[in-house]
Nanobody, 119 residues
């Protein structure tokens, strides 16, 4: 059974930082590209960051470029999202997704973790 478990969310003040880990189990982690999405109340889910299978290349939404960083540790089956200089508009539920490198229909989602940025 495949599971993706996010953690690390919480309430922070503007300008502060958070690190979100997502631990995967039940799959061969190194065969999956890893993505972070977020969904704010009343809005569609949006792609925040993505990292290739081998961890060499990554991409980011314009709204988070220069502030967020995605990384992965294949030995720990974990992908991270480091979020710096947080803004109130970053408030959302953050989800990780595993996307098989060859078969696009094979993908798994975590349950999400809430991040709230407020003074």
């Amino acid at each position: 059974q495949v599971q993706l478990v996010e953690s690390g969310g919480g309430l922070v003040q503007p300008g502060e930082s958070l690190r979100l880990p997502c631990v995967a189990s039940g799959l061969t982690f190194s065969r999956y590209a890893m993505n972070w999405y977020r969904q704010a109340p009343g809005k569609e889910r949006e792609l925040v960051a993505t990292m290739a299978v081998a961890g060499g290349s990554s991409s980011y939404a314009e709204s988070v470029k220069g502030r967020f960083a995605i990384s992965r540790d294949n030995a720990k089956n974990t992908v991270y999202l480091d979020m710096n200089s947080l803004k109130p508009e970053d408030t959302a539920v953050y989800y990780c997704k595993a996307q098989h490198r060859n078969v696009l229909s094979i993908r798994y989602w975590g349950q999400g973790t809430q991040v709230t940025v407020s003074s």
